[in-house]
C-alpha cells in the first residue's frame, strides 16, 4: 500500500470528473493511491466512475455533510500516512506530489503543506483559494501571498520559496494522516468554508508547522459548488469566521478582537444594502444570529480547544490596508508578522 492516499470529495461534479480526473491518474498514480468520496450525488457520478473509472477506489457517503463532514467520513476509511485533500476541479501537473512530500519528509514538524495554485482560466494568475499560501490579519480575515480579498496578483515567481505560512488550502492540502486524525478532523458545524483554516490553526497551536511547496503547481477551476456571488457563500465565510476566532483566540484578545469584527462585519453587511445585495446583507445577520443561537455549544467547542501562541499572524488590519490604503499585493503589507 503507498504511503499517500489522495482523496477527491465530490458533489454533483460529474463534469469535473470527467475532464480533470484522467488527468490526475496519469501524474498521481505512481505516487498516491486515488479515491473518491462521493457526498450523495445525483448528477450520475458514481456511475461514471463505475463505467469509465473503474481503477479508481470509491467511497459513497451515506449523507452529504458537506466538505468537513464529507472527508471526515471519507478519511476514517482510509489508512496511511498522509492525505492529499483535492478539489474534484483542478488539474494537476507532472511531479507535483513528490516536491511536497519530501518536504514534510525533511521536517517532521509539517503537519501540512499545499502546492502553489494558479487560475485554471487565467493560468499567469494566482487562484484565490490558496495562491501561494494562506494567512489571516488579526480580525481573522484571510488573505494569500498573491491574493488579497478578489486582487489575484501575477505569478511572476515573486512568492517561488518555500515558506511556513499560517493556513493551507482545502482545495489541494497534504496533511499527516496521524495530525487530521488526533485533532478529529475538521469541524462538522462548518459545513463549508474556513473549516481548513480552523484545522490549520488547531494544528499550530499543537507546534506543528504549515507550509507551501511553490515548486508544485496545480490549476483551480473554482467556485464549482458555491459560486462567488452567492448568499450561502457569503452566510457560511461570516458564520464560519466569526466562530473560529471564538474557538481559537487566546482570551486576552478575545473581546476586543470580536467586537471589531462585529462592527466591520455590520459595515459589511449594510456595504452589501447599498451595493443592492439584500440577500448577502441577510446572510451577513443570519450568520450572527447564528452564533448567538448556538453560543453554549461554541464555547464547549472553545474549552476543548487547544489555544497556545501561533506564528505567521498578520498583525495589520488587511481590510484597511486594502479598502482604504489600496494596498492590492502582498508584498506591499509592511507590518511584521507575530
Not at 493511491?33 to 466512475?49: K, P
Not at 500516512?81 to 513528490?98: G, H
Not at 511572476?156 to 499560517?166: I, L
Not at 476586543?256 to 445585495?277: E, T, Y
Amino acid at each position: 500500500m503507498k504511503k499517500t492516499a489522495l482523496v477527491i470529495l465530490n458533489y454533483n461534479g460529474a463534469k469535473f470528473l470527467k475532464k480533470f480526473l484522467p488527468v490526475v491518474i496519469e501524474h498521481s498514480s505512481m505516487d498516491a493511491e486515488i479515491w473518491v468520496a462521493d457526498n450523495c450525488s445525483t448528477d450520475g457520478s458514481v456511475e461514471l466512475l463505475g463505467e469509465q473509472f473503474k481503477d479508481v477506489n470509491l467511497i459513497q457517503n451515506e449523507t452529504n455533510g458537506g466538505f468537513a463532514t464529507g472527508y471526515n467520513m471519507a478519511l476514517r476509511q482510509i489508512k496511511t500516512d498522509y492525505y492529499i485533500l483535492l478539489n474534484s476541479d483542478i488539474e494537476v501537473c507532472e511531479n507535483w506530489i513528490k516536491p511536497v512530500i519530501e518536504l514534510m519528509e525533511s521536517d517532521a514538524n509539517i503537519g501540512a503543506c499545499q502546492p502553489k495554485i494558479r487560475s485554471y482560466s487565467q493560468k499567469e494568475k494566482f487562484e484565490y483559494a490558496g495562491a501561494s499560501g494562506g494567512y489571516i490579519d488579526k480580525y481573522g480575515y484571510p488573505f494569500c501571498r498573491g491574493r488579497i480579498f478578489q486582487s489575484l496578483e501575477n505569478d511572476e515567481g515573486q512568492y517561488d520559496e518555500n515558506a511556513e505560512v499560517f493556513w493551507a488550502t482545502g482545495a489541494c492540502m497534504f496533511i499527516r494522516a496521524d495530525i487530521f486524525h488526533h485533532l478529529q478532523g475538521f469541524d462538522d458545524d462548518f459545513f463549508a468554508h474556513m473549516e481548513e483554516i480552523d484545522l490549520c490553526w488547531r494544528m499550530k497551536s499543537m507546534g506543528y508547522k504549515v507550509v507551501v511547496c511553490p515548486s508544485s503547481i496545480v490549476y483551480h477551476v473554482g467556485g464549482g459548488t458555491l459560486p462567488v456571488g452567492s448568499a450561502r457563500k457569503t452566510y457560511l465565510n461570516f458564520r464560519n469566521n466569526f466562530v473560529l476566532l471564538y474557538k481559537n483566540l487566546p482570551s486576552d484578545k478575545l473581546m476586543s478582537v470580536l467586537i471589531v469584527r462585529m462592527f466591520l462585519d455590520g459595515l459589511a453587511a449594510l456595504k452589501f444594502l447599498f451595493q443592492g445585495g439584500f440577500s448577502d446583507f441577510i446572510a451577513v445577520i443570519r450568520a450572527h444570529n447564528y452564533f448567538y443561537r448556538n453560543w453554549k455549544s461554541i464555547k464547549r467547542k472553545r474549552k476543548e480547544t487547544v489555544r497556545n501562541a501561533v506564528n505567521k499572524i498578520y498583525e495589520g488590519n488587511i481590510v484597511v490596508e486594502h479598502y482604504l490604503l489600496r494596498k492590492s499585493k502582498y508584498s506591499d503589507l509592511k507590518k511584521p508578522f507575530s
